[in-house]
C-alpha cells in the first residue's frame, strides 16, 4: 500500500515546497532569462496550444522586460521536427529579436532542459515557464541542480486531455528524484550555443 501511494506523496511534498516560487504572469519579479520547456508541435512547425501558451506567457515577460531573453528549449528528432527552432521562429514573428533568442535543441526531457540551462548554456538564474501542472517538477530539478529560479504559470486556456497530464505528472514526478540522485549528463551535451544552428 505504501508502494502504491508513494508517487502520490512525493508530488504533493514537491509541489508544497515549490508553491512559493510560481507566480503569476503579472506580478513575477525580474529575472536574467525566462527557460520555456518544449512540446508537441505539428505539420508545418505549428505549435500546439499548451506550447503556444507558453511562448505567448515568455513573449509577455520579454515585452514587459520582466526578462533580458528567452531559452527555448525541445526536442529535435530530425530536419522534420525541431520544437525549439519552431519556438525560436514563433518568438522572431512576434517581435523578439534574434540576439535575444537562446535556442537548445536537446531538450528532450525536463532534466535536460534544466540540466543544460545550468551545465551548458551557464545560466545562474531563471524564470521557468510552463503549466501549472507541470512547474513543480521543473522548479525541483532546476533547484538540485543549482539553477535559482521561479516558475510562471502559462495555463491560458482548459487544455484537452489535463487528467492524463496530471496523472502523468506524478510518474514523472517520481522519476525526477531518480534523475537528481544519478545527475548523469545528458545524452546530447555536445550541442553547445556554438554549434546550435541560428
Not at 505549428?46 to 533580458?68: F, G, K, P
Not at 518568438?91 to 523578439?96: K, L, M, N, P, S
Request: proline share 4%; net charge neutral; aromatic share 10%.
Amino acid at each position: 500500500m505504501i508502494i502504491v501511494f508513494m508517487p502520490f506523496g512525493w508530488r504533493m511534498l514537491v509541489h508544497k515546497q515549490t508553491s512559493a516560487m510560481i507566480y503569476d504572469v503579472h506580478n513575477a519579479p525580474w529575472r536574467p532569462v525566462a527557460v520555456v520547456y518544449g512540446a508537441a508541435i505539428f505539420r508545418g512547425n505549428r505549435l500546439s496550444s499548451i506550447l503556444r501558451d507558453r511562448m505567448d506567457t515568455a513573449i509577455h515577460l520579454y515585452e514587459n522586460e520582466v526578462v533580458a531573453a528567452i531559452l527555448v528549449s525541445g526536442d529535435r528528432q530530425d530536419d522534420s521536427y525541431d520544437e525549439a527552432r519552431a519556438m525560436a521562429d514563433y518568438a522572431r514573428a512576434h517581435g523578439v529579436p534574434e540576439d535575444d533568442i537562446i535556442i537548445d535543441q536537446a531538450g528532450k526531457r525536463t532534466y535536460d532542459t534544466c540540466y543544460r540551462a545550468r551545465n551548458t548554456f551557464n545560466l545562474e538564474s531563471a524564470i521557468l515557464v510552463t503549466q501549472e501542472f507541470h512547474l513543480p517538477r521543473a522548479l525541483f530539478t532546476c533547484k538540485q541542480i543549482g539553477l535559482e529560479s521561479i516558475g510562471v504559470v502559462a495555463d491560458r486556456r482548459t487544455y484537452r486531455g489535463s487528467n492524463w497530464y496530471n496523472f502523468r505528472e506524478t510518474a514523472a514526478t517520481m522519476i525526477a528524484l531518480y534523475d537528481i540522485i544519478r545527475q548523469t549528463p545528458p545524452t546530447f551535451t555536445n550541442i553547445t550555443p556554438d554549434t546550435l544552428a541560428r
